[in-house]
């Protein structure tokens, strides 16, 4: 691919490669036995029944919001509700990343599955690689907005502990491939 302008220089795909030895992994996994609470969800009402009944086989602690009897409720509503009770708001409406609205601090956390409309078998991949990543651990969730487009990436918008502004990764977690990293460097 060539460079806009008509130069002659090849574009470098900004994405690296996440390398772990097997000590980082021993290191991973000894802190994340930390995180102890398990997960909650909220699942919104735009979230197949399918979707529903794959996390509850999986023995996820879920309420709709049916039986949250919210449903109709406005977003400001659904998201203070999630906040109150302490569960991650799992949704397709992509409006959950407005920080004004929702603000990442003290945000249970919330998980936007944006894919096109490609079935309930695609949003159940997708909150499969989200259960990968991020195991059962309800904690590592906590002020976090994790987005799913559906095409191989997720990008996690989370707080700075430094600045406490929020910053966004991007990661690519090909099947049976190494884990990436976009990079603007």
């Known amino acids: 691919m060539l ?17 772990f ?9 000894d802190e994340m036995r930390g995180f102890r609470r398990k997960i909650r969800f909220l699942i919104d009402e735009n979230i197949p029944a399918k979707v529903c009944a794959f996390l509850r086989k999986k023995k996820f602690n879920l309420q709709t919001l ?3 009897d919210l449903n109709g409720r406005d977003d400001e509503a659904i998201f203070q509700y999630a906040k109150q009770k302490d569960r991650i708001l799992i949704t397709r409406d992509r409006h959950f990343l407005n920080e004004r609205r929702f603000p990442l601090q003290n945000s249970p956390g919330v998980a ?18 989200l259960i990968d990543v991020y195991g059962d651990s309800h904690d590592l969730w906590y002020e976090q907005i994790i987005l799913f487009p559906g095409d191989n990436t997720f990008s996690i918008r989370c707080r700075d502990s430094t600045s ?12 049976n491939g190494t884990p990436m990293i976009w ?3």
């Open 3 to 19: 460079r806009k302008g008509g130069g002659n220089k090849a574009n470098r795909m900004p994405w690296k490669k996440i390398e």
């Open 21 to 29: 030895s097997r000590d980082n992994w021993r290191q991973i996994d």
């Open 66 to 68: 049916q039986e949250a």
């Open 112 to 129: 936007i599955l944006s894919c096109p409309s490609d079935g309930d078998d695609t949003l159940i991949d997708l909150l499969e690689q």
């Open 164 to 175: 406490s502004r929020s910053r966004t990764l991007k990661f690519k977690f090909p099947k």
């Open 183 to 185: 990079s603007d460097e």
